[in-house]
């Protein structure tokens, strides 16, 4: 019952938290408190409480009574005493908060979203999966990520890694291959899956790199309405995309059509166009763009540095991915050792096989455990018959007649952790042994080419090999001038450079529009607000759908042939091995997810309350718990 309190048209002074504070005639102690800066937590307004109810937080200890009051339902007095934080109400409020998470599945940001470098609203894209809304689905991905069939491919899933759904039946929800399906089934049904551009805004843009990150910030400056020119060295687009990723992982087709829709929002592709040879940035502003954005990607070899490494045989591992994925002839003999431990190297093992290699060695320094390649890549190359010659390290080349005869290795035991968190290899004396070669392929790292970007002295800031950039703004020490993605960053993954394309059109965007350092800060600020989390509780019990593949006899065909003196069929040896989901096996798939998103994250009280009193439980007990 609320406390009647004799109403006065003169204000009175009554103590919270020892604070003389002045009272309004039929002001509650909650709305005093509000007045003055105290903070008592109250949730009355939340829509799940009953007209009857109350939240039982806004509780507080009135001197002279035994019982808690609530502050929000008490007149306040003259003369009062009022406390609002002790040990038994901090417990008490933590206790209530635990009571409505009981009945809450959200994560204020789900653990799969805050893991995607392109933030994509993954719940969400799922959910409509559900609904079988496959346009839909994909035009949600394509808010922050304009490529969804192709990272529906070639993503190493980091979204996977923290999916709650594991804490049920420790397999995550196939994120990545629901992205694929969708994405295939919208283009089967052609209908649109982005927006139309904004109003030409007259501005012009031009990008340096139609790679991932390009091709990226192409996308979202073309939407906001800007004129935007691609500027790409090789024939076609797609970067890494294009001629590092083989076509059994990235089919072509399903790349160019990606590409084409972003070509048809009206993005100018020009190919052919090497910077330093046939424009600079000087010369792109003398032709009236507004501004730049530099993505040119990391695609020079890291030298491999030890003796024999420029004999005949060695090569790049990008650049015989590259060859291979521009149908050049590549004899690469029958005994491959790549040497690496990442993507490229997985990519370049498997390839070789593809290619007539039958005796394929991946060697790498370190562990199985610590290999950068994704584990489900790793199995792929076991199952193609790779082998893996762990903890070791090359020496140096053998050399015969100016060729590459095999490696000199020398064995490796794991020691301390070094700077990357994996622990650092360390030679074992005396542990020398030689491996026979036809081909040798180094896969050791990436370089940017930053040298050609200065050429005419025009003063770009470099750094350690990379484009220097403010991080608040992606702008270059050049006068509207951008760079993001691995020019920046170094080599990473496919949808780390997609994101960086994203921010880098928005920070773009603001700069045209006349924002000041601070304003483009703030238009690529991302925030991502506090989470915990309170338990996971299935919708479906249905367990994990493996990514149909083809099996390992099927994709050895075209490796027997060649084998027998044949040659190698290229559209059955780099047909695409993963199968992708059926419209039933999908919908299965969907259903696991727990639909954990909170669409009030970063404003919502209870996620505040929670926060400072330390609620939090996974102890899931759904409706019952307002039984």
Known sequence: MKLEAAVSPEPYRLKIDGKSVEAMAGETILEVARRVGIDIPAMCADPRMKPTGDCELCNVVLGGQADLVKACMTVAEEGMTVETKNSELKALRKDRLNTYLADHNAYCQPPCTDACPAGID??????????????????????????????????????????????????????????????????????????????????????????????????????????????????????????????????????????????ALGVELKTNQIMGRDYQIDTLKNQGFDAVYLSIGAMVAKPAGIPGDDAEGVMSAIKFLADVNWNKTVDVGKRVIVIGGGFTAADAVRTARRVGASEVTMMYRRSRKEMSAAAHEIHECDVEGVTLDLLTAPISVIVENRRAVGITSQRMELGEPDDSGRRRPVPIPGSEYDTPADTVLMAIGQDVDVASLNEGDLGLDERWGTIEVDPSTMMTNLPGVFSGGDCVTGAATVVEGVGAGRLGAFAINAYLNGADEAGIAAAIHQHKPKFFDIGAKAASPEPLNEMPVLDGDGRLKAFDNAENGGDVDNDEAFKEVEVGFSEEVALKEASRCLMCRCQAAGVCTLQSLSLEYGAGTKDYLGKEAWK
């Open 122 to 263: 993954i719940a969400g894209y799922i959910d409509l999966i559900l609904k079988k809304d496959y346009a839909g689905s994909t035009a949600l991905i394509k808010e922050m990520l304009p490529l969804p069939g192709v990272l529906g491919r070639v993503c190493p899933r980091p979204c996977e890694d923290p999916c709650r759904r594991v804490q049920i039946d420790e397999k995550p929800v196939a994120i990545c291959a629901l992205k694929r399906f969708a994405a295939d089934k919208a283009a089967e049904t052609g209908l649109p899956t982005q927006p139309e551009p904004k109003p030409a805004t007259g501005k012009r843009v031009a990008v340096v790199g139609a790679g991932p990150t390009g091709l990226s910030a192409a996308y979202y400056l073309a939407l906001e309405g800007h004129k935007v020119t691609l500027l790409e060295a090789e024939n076609k687009a797609g970067g890494m995309l294009r001629f590092g990723i083989p076509p059994y992982r990235l089919p072509n087709s399903v790349l160019d059509q990606e590409i084409n829709d972003i070509l």
